[in-house]
């Protein structure tokens, strides 16, 4: 099992850490393990309606973000970087950002979108697990981010970045006894959701399939990086 004190969790979008990651990220936060999570955008275009105002679904979805943090027990005020939904690419201001807020949390252990996943289509996602892994690089050396330093942010090197949404697990999490909080921090995205009772059968059934490869009842998958690596 991951030794793990501090966790801190990327995602593009509120709810890609919830949908990807809940189940790991309850079953911390109950052994109270301190769990922060992260957004690079708001996920304010994030409507199949075209009148939708996406400045008014950034504070309905900030304000889901939050609950659905709680329903993990993970500690809030969630953070967002600021990221325009739809528009995210990988610049040097948002990986200084990452690094700036795993020097902040000091996390042992990093989780984010994994960026080398054959066939991810959206960009979004691409560019934020590339952000994560690029910050925490940038988190770890004391001469990478000099504006960092001169903050009086030291260096910090999480120990384990976990990937999620791979296509190369080599880490399964049993989520069995947090299925349930998972389920709950999902609903919390309710400007998302169309029918509750699909999503739960969905999520159900894929974390099922998960586990059934090592006989757990439910589990969540990741690959992971070891940060000591070049
Ligand atoms: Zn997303």
């Known amino acids: 099992m991951l030794a793990v004190r501090r966790a801190l969790a990327f995602g593009a979008h509120p709810d890609d850490v919830e949908l990807q990651a809940g189940g790991t990220l309850a079953a911390w936060a109950e052994r109270g393990i301190h769990v922060e999570l992260a957004c690079f955008t708001a996920g304010e275009k994030g409507s199949a309606d075209p009148a939708t105002d996406p400045g008014e679904l950034a504070l309905v979805r900030r304000a889901e973000a939050e609950a659905a943090a709680r329903a993990l027990g993970a500690a809030v005020p969630v953070h967002f970087l600021g990221a325009v939904d739809g528009e995210l690419e990988v610049t040097m201001a948002l990986r200084l950002a990452v690094a700036r807020l795993v020097r902040v949390v000091r996390p042992d252990v990093v989780l984010g979108h994994d960026p080398w996943r054959r066939s991810l289509l959206h960009p979004d996602?691409?560019?934020?697990?590339?952000?994560?892994?690029?910050?925490?690089?940038?988190?770890?050396?004391?001469?990478?981010?000099?504006?960092?330093?001169?903050?009086?942010?030291?260096?910090?090197?999480?120990?384990?970045?976990?990937?999620?949404?791979?296509?190369?697990?080599?880490?399964?999490?049993?989520v069995t006894a947090t299925i349930g909080a998972k389920l709950a921090s999902l609903r919390a995205?309710?400007?998302?959701?169309?029918?509750?009772?699909?999503?739960?059968?969905?999520?159900?059934?894929?974390?099922?399939?998960?586990g059934a490869e090592a006989g757990l009842q439910y589990a969540e998958a990741f690959h992971t990086l070891d940060t000591r690596g070049r």
Do not use: M
Not at 189 to 209: P, Y
């Open 189 to 210: 995205h309710a400007s998302q959701i169309s029918d509750h009772a699909d999503l739960e059968r969905r999520v159900r059934t894929w974390n099922a399939a998960i």
């Open 125 to 174: 996602h691409r560019a934020a697990g590339l952000l994560t892994v690029d910050g925490v690089v940038a988190a770890r050396d004391p001469l990478y981010a000099p504006a960092l330093a001169a903050e009086g942010l030291a260096a910090h090197r999480p120990h384990t970045v976990l990937l999620f949404g791979t296509d190369a697990p080599d880490e399964l999490v049993e």
